[in-house]
């Protein structure tokens, strides 16, 4: 299936090779670029089912129930896991300092158990489960909320190792302070302005 009209990757190959381009949500002008916004459906109607004239939303709804009162489809809800963004199933990286706890909240580590350290592991491949091997480290990750008295378990997955390059910049700022202390917030403020955005991807790639 294509959209030209209204997805920007098929609008491009369409252009490319002279394919027609048909509007079939209003709003924008898919004769200059392709539109991906909501609108009024236009252009999309058959002998058996029309959607013209209705607000995207409702056009779904109705095209879905159509489909599966035909048995030609069904609504289906996907879910994309991006946690692999920044989360890793390994032992090797920086700990997540978040407790899960027993009534399903998550309570994250004070600053004065900061920083997490990785437990000793003598075994480090895959736990069995879909947890990193952090999770056969079963005295560290067990814990108990000392606020709530509620059992808890350490999350079990670790930052990417480039979290931890991410603040370098700002130890060079701040190097007589010791490692394991705070990076003095008036040094930062002094150095950098509250504008300043470092984009670390461009360095991180190459």
Same mark, same amino acid.
């Given at each position: 299936?294509?959209?030209?009209?209204?997805?920007?990757?098929?609008?491009?190959?369409?252009?490319?090779?002279?394919?027609?381009?048909?509007?079939?949500? %209003?709003?924008?002008?898919?004769? #200059?670029?392709?539109?991906?916004?909501?609108?009024? +459906?236009?252009?999309?109607?058959?002998?058996?089912?029309?959607?013209?004239?209705?607000? #995207?939303?409702?056009?779904?709804?109705?095209?879905?129930?159509?489909?599966?009162?035909?048995?030609?489809?069904?609504?289906?809800?996907?879910?994309?896991?991006?946690?692999?963004?920044?989360?890793?199933?390994?032992?090797?990286?920086?700990?997540?300092?978040?407790?899960?706890?027993?009534?399903?909240?998550?309570?994250?580590?004070?600053?004065?158990?900061?920083?997490?350290?990785?437990?000793?592991?003598?075994?480090?491949?895959?736990?069995? $489960? $879909?947890?990193?091997?952090? +999770?056969?480290? #079963?005295?560290?990750?067990?814990?108990?909320?000392?606020?709530?008295?509620?059992?808890?378990?350490?999350?079990?997955?670790?930052?990417?190792?480039? +979290?931890?390059?991410?603040?370098?910049?700002?130890?060079?700022?701040?190097?007589?302070?010791?490692?394991?202390?705070?990076?003095?917030?008036?040094?930062?403020?002094?150095?950098? %302005?509250?504008?300043?955005?470092?984009?670390?991807?461009?360095?991180?790639? $190459?």
């Amino acid at each position: 299936m294509a959209v030209p009209g209204h997805d920007e990757r098929d609008y491009t190959f369409a252009r490319k090779y002279a394919l027609r381009i048909v509007e079939v949500v %209003s709003g924008g002008d898919v004769h #200059t670029e392709a539109y991906v916004g909501d609108g009024l +459906a236009v252009n999309s109607a058959n002998s058996e089912v029309s959607l013209n004239g209705l607000p #995207t939303p409702e056009a779904k709804s109705r095209i879905i129930a159509w489909l599966t009162s035909r048995n030609l489809g069904s609504a289906v809800v996907q879910f994309k896991l991006r946690d692999w963004l920044f989360s890793r199933q390994r032992y090797w990286g920086e700990p997540i300092p978040i407790v899960h706890l027993e009534d399903g909240t998550m309570q994250p580590l004070p600053e004065d158990e900061l920083p997490l350290l990785l437990p000793d592991l003598k075994k480090f491949q895959p736990s069995g $489960t $879909t947890e990193s091997p952090l +999770a056969l480290a #079963t005295d560290w990750v067990t814990v108990v909320d000392p606020e709530t008295g509620l059992n808890g378990r350490r999350e079990t997955n670790t930052m990417p190792q480039w +979290a931890g390059s991410c603040w370098y910049y700002l130890r060079f700022i701040d190097r007589p302070t010791p490692v394991h202390c705070a990076i003095r917030r008036w040094n930062v403020s002094g150095c950098l %302005s509250t504008s300043t955005w470092v984009d670390r991807s461009m360095q991180y790639f $190459t």
